[in-house]
């Protein structure tokens, strides 16, 4: 079993544990355990914390000339294939939620396929990265997940001033917004990594090559909060710089050594405390009936607004050349969700009712969907894709 898997599952049953031991006078660990997980901002933690060094580790893995083959794919994938899922699970939720009777309006059904949608990068390196998929199918799947986040955080960014602002947006602004975050967090990379690339160039001090390398996802992030930039797609354009140009130009053999085993434990280190969180989040949850149907009717509307925007992407894709014949299924079932969708769920202000009587809000709603679609893509999808997976390869080879 994969680490992460374990690591979700195992607290995924501790928490039900706790909960379970407290309704029948076992031990009372309910309360604490809660209070704990209250008081950890969880979105903080993850979009101001540990997510620049996960993606900048991931950065330094990926392959530029495999990312070159692929370019278009990643590309449309990243860009048109979560506009497509955005719209369709958002409708599909609405209806969905006409027909049961409950009173969810559009824009909040949007606003959950807008963070639902973009495939996470944390969840994919972690699970999909290390069972060595066949190199186009690795490289579309990893290339995706670092570069559409900038684009599904604008069609969240947007949706969310439509459902809680006070001005509507309009194209211009959009248009302006996706600009600067995205071409701006794209054009900051490359100066990062070009800034860094010169210093660690510039010495032959293992030690200090390294300490430069952290310096991107500390100081090099918190530059790119105060620019306006997506510090998101930055670290991703950064890391794969240091991880190919500086590589093989900058690092001593003695520093690239250091350089792979350090940020492979960081990564394990950092993966591991955030799926704990994502298992223990159970904690913080009152289910509700409705909660739990909509739970049920989102993860396959989820997976069908998935396998449909690869599928529509392939026809277009495979008019040029030619594809491993698993590779919409593997593209399917390896879009994993993570705790980035979670943070933005969180992000949601409480308060605003719909169903006023039972004290369901636009926000629990959101958040239970969310949490189902994450827990069933990081235990169910992520510990069944390897048979998969091994299908890919042997047609390669055939």
């Known amino acids: 079993m994969q680490t992460t898997i374990a690591i979700t599952a195992g607290s995924m049953l501790l928490s039900l544990l706790i909960l379970i031991a407290g309704q029948n006078d076992w031990f009372q660990l309910t309360q604490l355990a809660t209070k704990v997980m209250t008081e950890i901002d969880f979105e903080d933690f993850l979009l101001q914390g540990i997510l620049a060094f996960l993606l900048f580790g991931g950065g330094l893995g990926i392959k530029l000339p495999n990312l070159k083959d692929q370019k278009w794919e990643i590309t449309v994938l990243a860009l048109g294939a979560t506009l497509f899922s955005t719209f369709f699970i958002g409708f599909g939720l609405y209806g969905f939620c006409f027909v049961i009777g409950i009173k969810f309006d559009l824009i909040y059904c949007l606003l959950f396929g807008a963070l639902i949608s973009p495939t996470d990068p944390i969840a994919v390196l972690a699970i999909v990265k290390k069972l060595h998929a066949p190199k186009r199918i690795s490289t579309q799947i990893e290339g995706e997940s670092l570069f559409n986040d900038g684009f599904g955080l604008v069609i969240f960014i947007t ?5 809680f602002g006070t001005e509507l947006p309009n194209a ?3 248009a302006l917004l996706f600009l600067q975050e995205t071409g701006g967090g794209i054009l900051y990379g490359l100066v990062l990594g070009i800034f860094f ?3 660690i160039s510039a010495t032959d001090d293992s030690t200090m090559a390294l300490l430069f390398t952290t310096a991107i996802p500390t100081a090099g992030y918190a530059l790119a909060e105060v620019l306006e930039v997506s510090g998101p797609l930055a670290m991703v354009v950064s890391g794969i710089m240091v991880g190919n140009w500086t590589r093989e130009r900058g690092f001593t053999k003695e520093s690239e050594y250091h350089l792979d085993h350090f940020w492979e434990l960081v990564d394990e280190f950092l993966n591991s405390i955030l ?7 159970m904690l913080l949850f009152q289910f ?4 739990f149907v909509l739970m049920a009717f989102s993860i396959p509307l ?8 690869v599928k529509l992407a392939y026809q277009g894709f495979e008019r040029y050349r030619s594809y491993n014949p698993w590779s919409i299924k593997i593209l399917t079932w390896g879009g994993l969700r993570g ?3 979670m943070a933005m769920a969180l992000s949601i202000p409480s308060g605003i009712w719909v169903i006023e009587e039972k004290l369901i809000d636009v926000k629990e709603i959101i958040l239970v969907m969310t949490y189902s679609v994450v827990v069933f893509s990081i235990l169910i999808q992520g510990s ?3 048979p998969l997976i091994e299908r890919a390869k042997q047609a390669e080879k055939d």
């Open 159 to 163: 949706l969310f001033s439509i459902a």
């Open 172 to 174: 211009s602004t959009v």
């Open 197 to 199: 690339h010169s210093l």
């Open 275 to 281: 799926f704990l969180l994502i298992g223990m989040s």
């Open 288 to 291: 509700h009936k409705e909660d």
């Open 302 to 309: 989820v997976l069908v607004a998935r396998y449909l925007s």
């Open 339 to 341: 705790g980035l969708a």
């Open 384 to 386: 069944t894709i390897t």
